[in-house]
Structure formats: C-alpha cells, structure tokens
C-alpha cells in the first residue's frame, strides 16, 4: 500500500518562487508523498527553499528538473491538473476527494500524476490537454485563489485521508484502565463522607446533588489513575478541614485564607 503513494507524483510546473517548492515538498512529506517534478521552475532550489522545507530536503534534493510537461509526465497512467478556475471547455471535472480516490485506485498499477500550475496564470490550455481530468478545490468564490502550497496542502490530505479509507486505518486511543463499578462506588461513598465532614451541604439529604455529581463523573468515566487522584483531593480536603478546627492566626494578606466554604443549595 505504501508503493502506491510513492507511485503519486506531484507536477509543479513554472515555479517562479523557491520558497513555494520548499513549502509544497514540505506539504507532500506530511502526508507521505515522497515524488516531486520541477518543469521550467525560474530558479533551482535554493537556501530558501531549504528553508520552507523544515525537513522535506530529501524531496528536493531528488526532485526531478525538466524541460517540459510531457517530459516530466512520462510513464504516467493518469494525469489529473489542478485548476484555480472553471475553464471555458467542458473538462471531466473532480472534487479533491473524488480526485485523490482515483489517484489512489490507479497508483496500485502504476505511476500517476497530480499536476499544479504556475502560482500567477495556473496551467495553460495546451497543458491541461495532457490531464484526463481537472480536479478543482471548492473555495468561497469571492476569495478563491490559493497559494500553490496551500492548495498542495489540501490535495495531499485527501490524498492521505483516501489511502487510509482504502487500509481501513482508523485513529485508536490507547485502551484506558477505567475504574470498575465498584470501585466508583468507593469514589461515592468518600465524597459523601468528605461533603459532610467540610460542611459542602448534606448529602444524605440531597439526593439532587448525588445524583447530579454522580452523573457527572459517570460520563467523565475516569480512569483508575485518576479515581485515585479524586480520592487523594478528596483525602486531602478531609484533612484540611481537620486541621482547621485548631484556632490559627489569618494572614489578611493572603486571599486564600480569607475563602469561607458555603453550603449549596440542594439543586
């Protein structure tokens, strides 16, 4: 699965800003896109294309320089170019998420091209009559042009996100080692006992705020680690309140000395 992402070629053609083929190789490496084609850039990478790379040097450094589309193009069993604009030919148009689906479904055979165009014109006629399809990202059309590095951005991820449906790969949390039944039930007993003990109402009389406090900690569903810090707060509440009952002086000073606990109500 992972030969058919480096079998996705990514076409800039005319790059007239180096930091634009940093940024997009940079774009590509995230999503792990690994093949990269320069046709007629203005200049060859330079510092500043290091620079907007952050790490994607190697995509640069084997970054195919050529003369012209049809020569970068070779092998490729599909083209797609992306385009900025409705064209005034009828053209066999993609959403990025349809695009990247058949980039995927066709890279399992063999190589396969996304082309993205110049950063001030995009691509011209001449070189979208080498796509089979154009693939256009849906922006608000008050406001549609996207920097080249942005809109490889976006095509990239579709690319990535359509890989991962295609593996049926899913985001996993790490399995938690949640308190059992039981052991919430401890929790609710040390609560009750330490609302008592500080005075926070009476929760024997308070059903409401029981099971208000109850259904709160049931959706948090915590874990046996943090059961045992609730328990530790709770513990240490009790203590306090112990020591408390010995006269001290009060530093007016401080605000935290000046806190009285209130009862609440019992809604």
């Known amino acids: 699965m992972t030969q058919s992402l480096a079998r996705i070629r990514f076409v800039l053609v005319g790059p007239t800003h180096t930091g634009n083929m940093g940024a997009v190789a940079r774009a590509m490496k995230t999503m792990g896109l690994t093949r990269m084609e320069l046709v007629a ?39 797609i170019g992306a385009s900025a604009r409705r064209r005034t030919l009828e053209w066999p148009l993609l959403e990025p998420p349809e695009c990247a689906r058949q980039l995927i479904a066709e890279s399992s055979a063999g190589e396969v091209a996304l082309v993205l165009g110049r950063e001030s014109s995009g691509l011209t006629n001449l070189e979208l009559a080498h796509c089979h399809y154009l693939v256009h990202i849906p922006a608000d059309p008050r406001f549609s042009s996207l920097n080249l590095a942005a809109a490889a951005q976006v095509l990239a991820y579709e690319i990535r996100r359509a890989w991962r449906e295609e593996r049926r790969d899913r985001l996993e949390e790490p399995a938690r080692d949640l308190a059992t039944a039981e052991e919430m039930e401890g929790l609710y007993r040390h609560l009750v006992e330490t609302l008592r003990e500080i005075g926070f109402g ?11 406090l109850r259904r709160l900690f049931n959706r948090a569903r915590p874990d046996r680690v943090e059961l045992n810090i609730l328990r530790g707060i709770l513990s240490a509440a009790q203590g306090r309140k112990t020591a408390e009952r010995s006269p001290r002086r009060l530093d007016a000073t401080n605000p935290a000395t000046q806190l009285q606990n209130k009862p609440c109500s019992s809604d």
């Open 41 to 79: 850039p203005s200049r060859a990478p330079d510092a500043e294309a290091l620079a907007r790379a952050s790490g994607a040097d190697d995509l640069l450094a084997r970054a195919g320089i050529h003369r012209d589309l049809v020569e970068a193009l070779v092998g490729c069993r599909l083209v």
């Open 202 to 212: 009476d929760p024997e009389q308070s059903h409401k705020l029981m099971r208000r």
